[in-house]
C-alpha cells in the first residue's frame, strides 16, 4: 500500500509529458494514446464502476479525449500547431502567469489551493464545525446526516456535506468555511458558544517538521 501510494508522486510528471509531448508533432503518436488511456484510467476509478465518486469530473474526461482527438490526431498544418506561434501571442505570457507561476506561490500558501491544480493533491485546507448537543438537536435532519459523533462532540463536516449535495467538492478556502460556519449558526439558530469552526491549513513546502 506504501508503495502504491508512492506512485502519486510520479503521476504529475507523467502528465507533463504528456502534454509537451502533444505540442511536439514527431511524438504525438506517443501522447496521444497516452492521453486516452489516462482519461479511461480515471473514468474506471471515479465513474460508476469505480467508487462513484465525483460525478461532476466524469464529462470533462470524456471531453478531454474527444477534444485530444479532434485537435492533434489530424495531419493539418496550421500555425496554431506550432509552438513558436504562441510566443507571438500576448495573452500566452497571461496564460503563463496565471497556469505556471502563480501556482508556485501556492508551495508558499501565498497563492489558493484549486486556482494551483491542488484538487485530487491530497493537501488542501480542511475543516470541520463542532457542535454542542443543543446546536446538534436545532439542526435541520437532512444536516444530521453529515454530523459525526466523536469523543463526546458532534461534528459537521461541509466537504462530505457539499459532496453529496451538490456533487462536487468544495472549494477549500477559509473565507468558505467562514461562510458555511455563519450559514449553520444561523439554521441552528445557535450562538457562537454552541458552533465552533476547526479550520486546518494544508501543509505547505516550507514548514519546518514538528
Known amino acids: 500500500m506504501i ?10 510528471f507523467v502528465e507533463i509529458f504528456i502534454g509537451i509531448g502533444l505540442l511536439i508533432k514527431p511524438i504525438r503518436f506517443i501522447s496521444i494514446p497516452l492521453v486516452v488511456l489516462l482519461h479511461v484510467i480515471i ?17 470533462w474526461n470524456i471531453m478531454m479525449i474527444i477534444l485530444a482527438l479532434l485537435l492533434f490526431s489530424g495531419k493539418t498544418n496550421e500555425r496554431f500547431f506550432s509552438i513558436s506561434h504562441l ?15 502563480l501556482p508556485a506561490f501556492n508551495l508558499a500558501g501565498k497563492w489558493e489551493t484549486y486556482l494551483s ?21 436545532r439542526l435541520p435532519f437532512y444536516v444530521r446526516h453529515y454530523v459525526r459523533y466523536q469523543g463526546e462532540n458532534y461534528f459537521l463536516y461541509p466537504k462530505e456535506w457539499c459532496l453529496n449535495e451538490l456533487k462536487t467538492p468544495m472549494y477549500p478556502e477559509k473565507r468558505i468555511f ?6 449553520v449558526k444561523v439554521i441552528s439558530r445557535s450562538p457562537e458558544q454552541d458552533v465552533k469552526l476547526v479550520y486546518i491549513e494544508k501543509l505547505k513546502i516550507f514548514d519546518k517538521a514538528q
Do not use: R
Request: avoid cysteine; hydrophobic fraction near 40%.
Open 117 to 137: 491544480f491542488s484538487l485530487y493533491s491530497g493537501n488542501n485546507h480542511t475543516g470541520k464545525i463542532l457542535l454542542t448537543d443543543s446546536a446538534y438537536n
Open 3 to 12: 508503495t502504491l501510494n508512492k506512485t502519486g508522486y510520479v503521476i504529475p
Open 43 to 59: 473514468l474506471l476509478l471515479m465513474g460508476p464502476f469505480g467508487n462513484n465518486y465525483n460525478s461532476v469530473v466524469w464529462p
Open 87 to 101: 510566443f507571438k501571442q500576448p495573452v500566452f505570457y497571461l496564460v503563463m502567469l496565471l497556469f505556471w507561476i
Open 178 to 183: 467562514d461562510n458555511v460556519y455563519e450559514y
